[in-house]
C-alpha cells in the first residue's frame, strides 16, 4: 500500500491552505447528484479500507461507522503517521461529537480549511457531510503532496498522467475538453491560471488507466491488444490487475463510469491518485521530446556534469572509516578535512547556486512564452543534483562526527584502563574470604531457630552478592569496551577479567550450594517440627479422653430400674467398641515420635530435648492406657452384678403392681356403688340402712387383701424400691382410699340413720324426704354431698326463698346460713338442708306462700310458662321448677301452660306432685 507519511510532514501549512481553499470552491453541489454520491461512497470506502486494514480492521458504511469518530481518528492516525490524543469510549451523544472533534481538530492542525463540516453532522450520519470530510482528508493526504516539477496537488497529478501516458496511441491526457482537441499551450494556461480540467472524458475509455500500469509494469498490460471501442473491458482489466498485482483496491465501477455523461471528479482523482503512490519513486518521467530541449545552455549541461563528477568523487574520502592508532594520525586527517571545509568546498556551493539560478530563469522564460518548461535527462535534474549534495552532506557530517568520535575514544582509553584496575582491586578484596565461609557446615549441627538465623544470614549475603553482581557486570563491560576500542593491553585486561568472573562465578555455586543445604536442614528440622506439633495436637486430647475414662470406669453407680442399668450397661459396651479405633490413635500418636526419630537419625540430627509443645510422653501414655484397659472388666462386672439386683427388684415390682391394680380397682369400683347408692334412695330409709349395713360387711371380708398388699409393699422397701413403672398406686394412696371408702360407708351409714331420726322426731313423710334429696341431689353437681353458699342460695330460690342478690335477700340468705352452717365452713351438708326444712315446714305454711310467688310471676294467672320462670328465675331454679311442674289443664289453658299450684302443694307434702 501507499506510504503518506513522509510527503506529508514536509508539506507547507501555506500551501496546504491555499489550495484547500480552492478545492472548496470547486463544486461545493456535485454531493446533489445521486450518480455522483453513488460513485464517491464507493471510492472513498475503498480508500478508507486500503488504509484501515493496516490497523486491522474497515468500514461498511461510510456514513454510519464513522459517526462515533473512533474508525475516524484511526483512519487519521494511519494515513498521517501520528499518534491522536486518546478517544473517549463511551456511547453517549457527547463521546462522539468529542471524538469527531479531535479528528477535525487534527484536520485543522494540518492547515486545512473546513469550510461547514462540524461533528454534529458527522455524528448525525450526514452523508453529504461525511463524504465531503472524506475528501478533504483524501486532499490533504492523498494529492495536496503531489510534485512534479512546478505544478502540484491536483495539477501535478494531470501532468504526471500526461508525462506518463504520452508514448501510448489513443491516450491524450494532454487535453482534458471533451473535443480532445485542446492544444498544448491550453493545458499549460489551465496549470498557471489554476483553471481546473476535465477529469472525466479522459478515462471513460480505459486505456489510461491501462497505460498508466504498462508504462510501469509492461509485463502486466498486453497494451495492444485493447480496443477503444470496448471501454468495459478496458476498465475492468485494468481494475482487476491493480488490485491484484499493484494492491490498489478497486475503487471505480466500469459500468458506472461508461454509462454516466460526466463520471464524479472526486472518485476518479482518488482513485488515480493511488497509481501516483504506487509508481511514484520507481521510475523518474523521462525526458520528452527534442522540441523541449530547445533553447538549453551546452554550458549548463557542462557545469552540472562537473559538479556531479566531484560530488561522486569526494563521497567515498568522506565515507572512508580507516582507523588510526595514535591521536596524531587523527589530527592529520582532522587538518586534512579542515582544508576541504574552507578550500575545496566553497567554490562548489556557489557552482551549485548559479546552476540553480540558471535553471530558475530558463524555466521562467518558457513559461512566459507559453513554451513547454525545460525537462533535462534523466540523473541531471536539480533535483538529482540536490539529491547528491544532500547525500555529500551527510557523508560529511558523519566523516566529521567519526574524526571526535575516534579522538573520544582514544582518550577515554585510558581512563577506562585505570578505571577496570580500580574496580577490580575493590572486587578481589571484596571477595577474599567469601569461599571459606560459603563451605562450612555449621548448620549440622543447630537448630530450627539457629538455622533459620543463617538462612536469614545467608538471605543479607545473597542480596550483598546481588549488589556486587552490578560491580562485577561493569569490569566485564569496561573490559569489553577496551576491546572494542582496540586497548593496546588488552589481553592483560582480559586475562584479569576472566580471573575475576570465574571467581564470581564459583562464589554464585556456592552460594546456591549453601542455601540448598540450609533450606534442606530448615525443610527437615520443620518436618520434625511440625510432627512435634502434630504429636502435641493429638496427644492432648487422646490424654484427656483416656483419663476420662479411666473416671467414668471409676464413677460409682446408683440406678432405681432395669432400664438405668441397661443404659448404662449400652453405654458402656459402646464405650468398648471405641477402644479398638482409641488405640488406632495410640499408636498413630506414637508412629508421629516414631517418624522424629527416624527422620533424626537418617540425617544425622541430635534433636535438642523433649518435645517443645507438650510434657505427655509416650510412655506416660501407654501406661494410662494399659491401666484403663484393667478396668473394663471390672466395670463389666460390677454392672452385670446390679443388672441382676434391678431384675428381682423388677420381678417386685410387678408382684405388687398386680395386687395394687386390684386393690385400687376395687377401692374405685366400692366408692362409686356408695355414691350411687346414697343418689338413688331405692326403697325406705330402713330398707337403705339394711343395704348399707350389708355392703359394709361386704368390704370388710376384703381386707386380707389389703393385708396381703401390704406384705408386698414391705419387702419393696426392704428393697430401697422407690418407683414402679408396672402401676400408678401407691400403697400410701391405696391406704387413703381404703380409709376413706371405709368411712364412707360409715357415713353413709350414720346419714340414713339420722334421717330416720329426724323423720321420726319432725314427723316428715317419706316423699318429703325424697323431694328433698332430689333437690339437695340436683344442685350438689359435684356429687361431693354437700352444696356450697351458691348452691346453696339457688337451691333455695327453687323452693321459693326470697334470697335474690339484693340488701333484703342477703339479710335473709345470711341467717339461713347461720342456720344450717353454725361453723361457717361455707358447705352445707345434706342432714343440716333436711333439720333447716323440717323446721320450716312446720313454723309456716310455705305452700301458700309459694302459690302466692307463683302468682306474682304469673301476672295473677292460675298457671305460668316456661318463658315466664326463664326470665324471672335464675337458669337453675328455672329448669328445676319446669322439670318439675305438671301441664295446666283448666279451662283458660293456654299452650305450654304449666301448674305451679300443685307444684307448691306437692312441694311440702301436701299432695303427689
Not at 213 to 234: E, F, G, Q, W
Not at 699 to 714: A, T, V
Request: aromatic residues 8%; negative net charge.
Amino acid at each position: 500500500m501507499v506510504d503518506y507519511h513522509a510527503s506529508n510532514n514536509q508539506s507547507s501549512t501555506s500551501g496546504v491552505q491555499t489550495y484547500m481553499e480552492q478545492e472548496n470552491d470547486w463544486d461545493r453541489d456535485l454531493l446533489l447528484d445521486p450518480a455522483w454520491e453513488k460513485q464517491q461512497r464507493k471510492t472513498f470506502t475503498a480508500w478508507c479500507n486500503s488504509h484501515l486494514r493496516k490497523a486491522g480492521t474497515q468500514i461498511e458504511n461510510i456514513e454510519e461507522d464513522f459517526r462515533d469518530g473512533l474508525k475516524l481518528m484511526l483512519l487519521l492516525e494511519v494515513i498521517s503517521g501520528e499518534r491522536l490524543t486518546k478517544p473517549e469510549r463511551g456511547k453517549m451523544r457527547v463521546h462522539k461529537i468529542n471524538n469527531v472533534n479531535k479528528a477535525l481538530g487534527f484536520i485543522a492542525s494540518k492547515g486545512v480549511k473546513l469550510v461547514s463540516i462540524g461533528a454534529e453532522e458527522i455524528v448525525d450520519g450526514n452523508a453529504k457531510m461525511t463524504l465531503g470530510m472524506i475528501w478533504t482528508i483524501i486532499l490533504r493526504f492523498a494529492i495536496q503532496d503531489i510534485s512534479v516539477e512546478e505544478t502540484s496537488a491536483k495539477e501535478g497529478l494531470l501532468l504526471w498522467c500526461q508525462r506518463k501516458t504520452a508514448p501510448y496511441k489513443n491516450v491524450n491526457v494532454q487535453n482534458f475538453h471533451i473535443s480532445h482537441t485542446e492544444p498544448h499551450l491550453v493545458f499549460t494556461a489551465r496549470i498557471l491560471f489554476n483553471v481546473a480540467p476535465c477529469w472525466w472524458n479522459i478515462w471513460k475509455d480505459g486505456l489510461a488507466f491501462n497505460a498508466l500500469i504498462h508504462r510501469h509494469r509492461p509485463d502486466l498490460i498486453d497494451y495492444d491488444s485493447l480496443r477503444k471501442d470496448d471501454p468495459v473491458t478496458n476498465l475492468n482489466n485494468a481494475f482487476e490487475v491493480a488490485e491484484k498485482h499493484l494492491d490498489i483496491p478497486k475503487m471505480l465501477d466500469a459500468d458506472d463510469i461508461v454509462n454516466t455523461a460526466r463520471p464524479d471528479e472526486k472518485a476518479i482523482m482518488t482513485y488515480v491518485s493511488s497509481f501516483y503512490h504506487a509508481f511514484s519513486g520507481a521510475q523518474k518521467v523521462p525526458s520528452n521530446h527534442k522540441s523541449q530541449l530547445c533553447g538549453v545552455s551546452p554550458h549548463h549541461l557542462h557545469v552540472c556534469l562537473q559538479l556531479l563528477e566531484w560530488i561522486n568523487r569526494t563521497i567515498p574520502w568522506l565515507e572512508n572509516r580507516t582507523p588510526e592508532k595514535t591521536v596524531k594520525d587523527l589530527q592529520a586527517k582532522q587538518e586534512d578535512f579542515r582544508d576541504y571545509r574552507c578550500v575545496h568546498k566553497p567554490p562548489k556551493v556557489q557552482e551549485k547556486c548559479q546552476l540553480e539560478i540558471s535553471f530558475n530563469t530558463l524555466q521562467t522564460k518558457l513559461r512566459l512564452s507559453n513554451r513547454p518548461a525545460f525537462m533535462p535527462s534523466e540523473g541531471r535534474m536539480v533535483s538529482d543534483i540536490n539529491g547528491a549534495w544532500h547525500t555529500l552532506e551527510g557523508a560529511e557530517k558523519g566523516y566529521e562526527e567519526w574524526i571526535l568520535s575516534e579522538i573520544r575514544r582514544l582518550e577515554r582509553l585510558e581512563h577506562l584502563a585505570e578505571k577496570f584496575h580500580q574496580k577490580a582491586a575493590i572486587h578481589e578484596s571484596w571477595t577474599d574470604g567469601k569461599e571459606a565461609m560459603l563451605t562450612q557446615k555449621d548448620y549440622e549441627t543447630s537448630t530450627l531457630a539457629e538455622v533459620k538465623a543463617l538462612l536469614k544470614k545467608h538471605e543479607a549475603f545473597e542480596s550483598d552478592l546481588a549488589a556486587h553482581q552490578d560491580r562485577v557486570e561493569q569490569i566485564a563491560a569496561i573490559a569489553q569496551e577496551l576491546n572494542q576500542l582496540d586497548y593496546y593491553d588488552a589481553p592483560s585486561v582480559n586475562a584479569r577479567c576472566q580471573k575475576i568472573c570465574e571467581q564470581w562465578d564459583i562464589l554464585g555455586a556456592l552460594t546456591q550450594k549453601r542455601k540448598e543445604s540450609l533450606e534442606r536442614t530448615e525443610k527437615q528440622l520443620e518436618s520434625i517440627d511440625e510432627l512435634y506439633l502434630e504429636y502435641a495436637k493429638r496427644a492432648a486430647p487422646f490424654n484427656n479422653w483416656m483419663e476420662g475414662a479411666m473416671e467414668d470406669l471409676q464413677d460409682m453407680f446408683i440406678v432405681h430400674n432395669i432400664v438405668e442399668i441397661q443404659d448404662l450397661i449400652t453405654a458402656h459396651e459402646q464405650f468398648k467398641s471405641t477402644l479398638s479405633e482409641a488405640n488406632m490413635e495410640r499408636e498413630a500418636i506414637q508412629s508421629i515420635q516414631a517418624q522424629v526419630q527416624k527422620i533424626a537419625q537418617s540425617n544425622g540430627i541430635k534433636l535438642s530435648g523433649a518435645n517443645p509443645y507438650t510434657t505427655i510422653t509416650p510412655e506416660s501414655i501407654d501406661s494410662k492406657w494399659e491401666r484403663a484397659m484393667a478396668m473394663v472388666p471390672q466395670r463389666d462386672n460390677a454392672l452385670q452384678e446390679e443388672l441382676n439386683k434391678q431384675k428381682s427388684n423388677d420381678t417386685l415390682r410387678a408382684t405388687f403392681a398386680t395386687q395394687a391394680n386390684a386393690v385400687g380397682a376395687y377401692i374405685k369400683d366400692k366408692m362409686e356403688e356408695i355414691g350411687r347408692i346414697s343418689i338413688e334412695m331405692n326403697g325406705t330409709l330402713e330398707d337403705q340402712l339394711t343395704n348399707l349395713k350389708d355392703y359394709q360387711t361386704t368390704i370388710m371380708s376384703f381386707m386380707p387383701e389389703i393385708n396381703k398388699l401390704e406384705g408386698y409393699h414391705q419387702l419393696i422397701q426392704e428393697a430401697l424400691i422407690f418407683d414402679n413403672q408396672y402401676t400408678k398406686y401407691t400403697m400410701e394412696h391405696l391406704r387413703v382410699g381404703w380409709e376413706q371408702l371405709l368411712t364412707t360407708i360409715a357415713r353413709t351409714i350414720n346419714e340414713v340413720e339420722n334421717q330416720i331420726l329426724t323423720r321420726d322426731a319432725k314427723g316428715i313423710s317419706q316423699e318429703q324426704l325424697y323431694e328433698y334429696r332430689a333437690s339437695f341431689n340436683h344442685f350438689d353437681k359435684d356429687h361431693t354431698g354437700s352444696l356450697m353458699a351458691e348452691e346453696f342460695k339457688a337451691c333455695l330460690i327453687s323452693l321459693g326463698y326470697d334470697v335474690e342478690n339484693n340488701k333484703q335477700g342477703d339479710a335473709e340468705f345470711a341467717r339461713i346460713m347461720g342456720i344450717v352452717d353454725p361453723n361457717a365452713s361455707g358447705a352445707v351438708t345434706f342432714q343440716a338442708f333436711i333439720d333447716f326444712m323440717s323446721t320450716e315446714t312446720t313454723d309456716t305454711d310455705t305452700a301458700d306462700q309459694v302459690i302466692a310467688s307463683f302468682k306474682i310471676l304469673a301476672g295473677d294467672k292460675n298457671y305460668i310458662t316456661a318463658e315466664e320462670l326463664r326470665r324471672e328465675l335464675p337458669p337453675d331454679q328455672a329448669e328445676y321448677c319446669i322439670a318439675r311442674m305438671a301441664p295446666y289443664t283448666g279451662p283458660d289453658a293456654a299452650p305450654g301452660a304449666l301448674d305451679y299450684m300443685s307444684f307448691s302443694t306437692a312441694l311440702y307434702g301436701e299432695s303427689d306432685l
